[in-house]
């Protein structure tokens, strides 16, 4: 008897699809401070297609904190949040890739911190 391997690959397909997206929980252009320049400038990993001179853009950090209870993995179970810690603009577009922002110097902000387009 010879199987029918597409309905396996249909559902793998939609196994991995369905993970791919798990983290996708909106339509938001994110990417992250590549290089902090001075306490109000950066270059971010956002490219030409995803903004341009001009746009908003919101700066996050996470928050995470370890909840008691369970041991999961060999310790604590974590629980994160990203909170809002300021605002800035993209002042110039380097290329496909990066881009430049302003932020004002009351932003605590580093490389790494998490830059949404609003």
């Known amino acids: 008897m010879k199987r029918n391997n597409l309905g396996m690959v249909s559902v793998t397909m939609v196994i991995l699809s369905s993970g791919l997206l798990g983290c996708a929980h909106s339509a938001h252009i994110r990417g992250s401070v590549a290089l ?8 971010v990993c956002l490219g030409k297609n995803e903004v341009k001179a001009g746009d908003k853009v919101n700066l996050f950090k996470n928050e995470c904190k370890y909840l008691g209870g369970t041991k999961k993995y060999g310790g604590e179970t974590p629980s994160c949040m990203k909170v809002k ?6 002042t110039r577009v380097l290329d496909d890739h990066y881009s430049t922002i ?13 830059v949404e387009k609003r």
Do not use: L, M, Q, Y
């Open 36 to 43: 902090k320049h001075s306490s109000e400038e950066a270059d």
């Open 85 to 90: 810690i300021g605002e800035g603009e993209v």
């Open 102 to 114: 302003r932020v004002s110097s009351s932003v605590s902000f580093n490389e790494g911190t998490i």
